[in-house]
T-cell receptor, first 114, second 115 residues
Framework: DTEVTQTPKHLVMGMTNKKSLKCEQH?????MYWYKQKAKKPPELMFV???????INESVPSRFSPECPNSSLLNLHLHALQPEDSALYLC?????????????FGQGTRLTVV | DQQVKQNSPSLSVQEGRISILNCDYT??????FLWYKKYPAEGPTFLISISSIKDKNEDGRFTVFLNKSAKHLSLHIVPSQPGDSAVYFCAASPYSGGGADGLTFGKGTHLIIQP
């Protein structure tokens, strides 16, 4: 199993809504990541978790709140988003941070904020 | 300032021929380089990687070449197949490993394989 599974695939939310994106992997990876990708742009790192602890927060606004309940799950809680937050949100995992191994990406959640 | 540059937004190649995708970088601290392939509405899929201590890595139809002095790498696909049509991202990491937190991505090259 080399999959990173993200749900939902698509999400439309209003600016006052609260929603969550979910990511799951069963490869035993101890590092998990959230990326944001806007159209025709490369993915941009948002958060890094290593052994269920937040290691990196790339100056992401507090309306995005990550959570790592266990080593297989990674959530991204969304609240009071803006239309410019509409993007593809990608989850990734790797065996550990900074190890000689590639990162596996999920299919992403296409988020539209209206 | 873009540290990883893919100067060709798109590339069209005939089926069966060689596809060559190029990538340049500016940060001499980069130590590990990866290529990802992305289909529309899907996440990037890891393709091949190369450590800075090597100048070539081969995996089936895919070969990555690294020229450290020129800060240039390229991905060769031989022979090109219709299923290779996708956006290819070059990525670089300052770590000797390829974990995702140090990755800097290029803007991608859209490869179109024509029958």
């Amino acid at each position: 199993d080399t999959e990173v599974t993200q749900t939902p695939k698509h999400l439309v939310m209003g600016m006052t809504n609260k929603k969550s994106l979910k990511c799951e992997q069963h490869m035993g990876h101890r590092a998990m990541y959230w990326y944001k990708q806007k159209a025709k742009k490369p993915p941009e790192l948002m958060f890094v978790y290593s052994y269920e602890k937040l290691s990196i927060n790339e100056s992401v606004p507090s309306r995005f709140s990550p959570e790592c309940p266990n080593s297989s799950l990674l959530n991204l809680h969304l609240h009071a988003l803006q239309p410019e937050d509409s993007a593809l949100y990608l989850c990734a995992s790797s065996q550990e941070r900074n190890m000689n191994t590639e990162a596996f990406f999920g299919q992403g959640t296409r988020l539209t904020v209206v | 300032d873009q540290q990883v540059k893919q100067n060709s937004p798109s590339l069209s190649v005939q089926e069966g021929r060689i596809s060559i995708l190029n990538c340049d970088y500016t940060n001499s601290m980069f130590d590990y380089f990866l290529w990802y392939k992305k289909y529309p509405a899907e996440g990037p899929t890891f393709l091949i990687s190369i450590s800075s201590i090597k100048d070539k890595n081969e995996d089936g139809r895919f070969t990555v070449f690294l020229n450290k002095s020129a800060k240039h790498l390229s991905l060769h696909i031989v022979p090109s197949q219709p299923g290779d049509s996708a956006v290819y991202f070059c990525a670089a990491s300052p770590y000797s490993g390829g974990g995702a937190d140090g990755l800097t991505f290029g803007k991608g090259t859209h490869l179109i394989i024509q029958p």
